[in-house]
């Protein structure tokens, strides 16, 4: 019975064969740098090919230091050293790479550069001609592949960010021959109908997957359109005609979209924001001009007929209480005085010492009796008391001897 071998067996054994060849251990190899791309750690991971042929390779940061004086970049023509063996894992051969020098650019990288001169001469990438993206549109036109991962997700951010701007796709070859046409086709119908906004784009890949955003065509159409136009084309670290001539650059499709269409939600929340500091102004301004209104009011009051008027009117409220209290006060004095002197006339009157026994008397005539000598028996007398006069007759006299008292 035949042996069986785990995947894992053959993997090693293939990789033991190329190990042991004594070409692959150390080969020198030519061809076209096409997907390069630098990684977080320091390796770089790229395609070697020629037509019809290419190959996966790897340069691990260890051996850059020594090994590579120049950027690596897509389309350069370039003569690599290295030795080639089986990554297990995937069960692939790949060139491990040591050393690496340009031989010269390659034909596709000439044209970019050449056709990038050409434009930069003619001034298609001036940023005087740069149009100003709307901050909120209604309208986006975006020009890419019906189908793919870019339409996906610019229609999944747009919905995210704003539901009510409405989408355009001009369903546009993004790849392979006569791309460049539907691509600077779709960008000329978009301009003609009103949009704010135009997308152009694709996701990542080789140099000449992109290559239809390289073409003169696509950078003239950008150019002569009245709409703002965002390319969005590969990844971050790919850079195409198309991305020079446009009006602003994004990194990727998903990027265009987050550029040209604003997040409703933090919208909002601005506009808020606006809205709280426009009323906290409002309140503060209508304090100050309240409190200016009061000081004004004030003093326009302290000037007005009406103010004075009750000024004065309080004033002489003051003056006639002064005056009634004086009049008072002087009354009252006076009267205490007249009481005072009324007392003391009171106590000089006759009739005041009629009190006690002792009364007034007068002859018939009515003069005073001051003396027994002044009547006779049977003469009339009338004898004034306190509370009254009586009326009598002399009936009998005894006159006081010198000298006795009592």
């Known amino acids: 019975m035949a042996s069986v071998y785990s995947v894992s067996q053959i993997n090693r054994y293939i990789k033991n064969m190329f190990e042991n060849d004594y070409l692959l251990r150390n080969v020198q190899i030519k061809g076209e740098i096409s997907n390069v791309k630098y990684h977080s750690s320091g390796h770089i ?14 340069m691990f940061r260890s051996a850059r230091t020594q090994g590579l004086d120049f950027t690596l970049e897509n389309g350069q023509s370039v003569i690599l050293t290295g030795n080639i063996t089986v990554y297990e894992r995937d069960g692939r051969y790949q060139v491990y790479v040591k050393n690496i020098v340009l031989d010269g650019q390659g034909n596709l990288y000439e044209a970019y550069e050449r056709l990038k001169q050409k434009l930069y001469e003619e001034g298609l990438f001036d940023f005087e001609h740069k149009k100003e993206i709307p901050a909120y549109p209604k309208k986006v036109g975006i020009v890419t592949a019906r189908t793919g991962a ?12 704003n539901p009510f701007v409405q989408l355009y796709l001009y369903p546009a070859k993004v790849q392979g021959e006569g791309a460049a046409r539907t691509i600077a ?5 978009l301009d003609t109908m009103g949009m704010d906004t135009i ?6 890949g080789s140099i000449e997957d992109l290559w239809p955003f390289n073409e003169e065509c696509v950078a003239r159409a950008i150019f002569h359109a009245k709409t703002p136009i965002i390319s969005g084309t ?5 850079n195409t005609i198309a991305d020079y001539a446009a009006d602003l650059r994004a990194p990727t499709p998903s990027a265009a979209c987050e550029l040209a269409i604003p997040d409703v939600a933090s919208v909002l ?7 709280n500091v426009i009323k906290q102004y409002m309140l503060r301004h209508l304090g100050q001009s309240r409190q ?7 003093r326009l009051n302290s000037v007005s007929p009406l103010t004075r008027f009750r000024n004065q009117k309080i004033y002489l409220d003051s003056l006639q209480d002064r005056l009634t209290y004086a009049v008072q006060e002087h009354y009252g004095q006076s009267r205490h005085r007249f009481e005072l002197l009324l007392a003391r006339l009171d106590g ?17 005539g009515g003069e005073a009796l001051t003396s027994v000598a002044d009547v006779k028996t049977q003469d009339r007398i009338t004898v004034t008391i306190r509370d009254g006069r009586i009326e009598g007759m002399v009936t009998r006299i005894e006159k006081k001897v010198e000298g006795e008292h009592g």
């Open 45 to 58: 991971y790229f395609t070697l090919k020629e037509a019809g042929s290419a190959i996966a390779a790897v």
């Open 234 to 238: 590969g990844h971050e670290i790919d």
């Open 348 to 364: 000089l009157s006759p009739t005041a010492r009629l009190t006690g026994g002792y009364g007034y008397i007068e002859k018939e």
């Open 150 to 161: 870019a339409i996906q997700d610019i229609l999944n951010i747009a919905k995210r960010r």
């Open 199 to 204: 997308i152009i784009g694709r996701g990542g």
């Open 185 to 189: 086709a779709g960008i000329e119908m």
């Open 292 to 298: 200016n209104i009061q000081e004004l009011s004030a």
């Open 269 to 275: 929340n601005q506009v808020k924001q606006y809205e």
